[in-house]
């Protein structure tokens, strides 16, 4: 049986869904499956961050579509985290994924109003299909 899902509303219209995604995520391993799975299996554009900081000094050309964040990053709060990358021009409108093992995700979730939760540990094909519910793949 399917595990609930924290869930924020539609999906974002095709129209708008084309960009790329940012990973944000201490654990190396997830990180590096995640990439693996959706850059170059599914051929996404994706820029990974190892932590809150890395993702507020990458360089990203563009607004992300989707942003997924690990809600348990080491020493650092994820609510200032997603607070200071929303306050970016165009970034208000990225689809924004708490990923995480934490018990309280759900809540979590819902105070940093997200789009849906992803917890740990999770399947690819449900990595996958949230991915394809809000992002169109570039390639």
Same mark, same amino acid.
């Given at each position: 049986?399917?595990? =609930?899902?924290?869930?924020?509303?539609?999906? !974002?219209? &095709?129209? +708008? @869904? %084309?960009?790329?995604? #940012?990973? !944000?995520?201490?654990?190396?391993?997830?990180?590096?499956?995640?990439?693996?799975?959706?850059?170059?299996?599914?051929?996404?554009?994706?820029?990974?961050?190892? %932590?809150?900081?890395?993702? #507020?000094?990458?360089?990203?050309?563009? *607004? *992300?579509?989707?942003?997924?964040?690990?809600? %348990?990053?080491?020493?650092?709060?994820? @609510?200032?985290?997603?607070?200071?990358? @929303? +306050? @970016? =021009?165009?970034?208000?409108?990225?689809?924004?994924?708490?990923?995480?093992?934490?018990?309280?995700?759900?809540?979590?979730?819902? &105070?940093?109003?997200?789009? &849906?939760?992803?917890?740990?540990?999770?399947?690819?094909?449900?990595?996958?299909?949230?991915?394809?519910?809000?992002? +169109? =793949?570039?390639?």
């Amino acid at each position: 049986m399917p595990r =609930p899902r924290a869930s924020g509303g539609a999906p !974002i219209p &095709a129209d +708008q @869904r %084309s960009g790329c995604i #940012l990973l !944000i995520d201490d654990e190396e391993v997830i990180l590096d499956v995640m990439y693996t799975l959706l850059h170059d299996d599914e051929g996404y554009a994706v820029v990974r961050a190892r %932590s809150g900081r890395e993702a #507020l000094a990458a360089r990203i050309p563009e *607004p *992300p579509a989707l942003i997924l964040i690990d809600a %348990s990053l080491r020493g650092e709060d994820p @609510r200032a985290i997603v607070e200071a990358l @929303r +306050q @970016r =021009p165009g970034w208000e409108a990225a689809a924004l994924v708490v990923c995480s093992g934490v018990p309280d995700i759900y809540e979590i979730t819902r &105070a940093l109003r997200a789009n &849906a939760s992803l917890p740990k540990p999770f399947e690819l094909e449900e990595l996958l299909a949230l991915v394809r519910h809000y992002v +169109q =793949p570039l390639l």
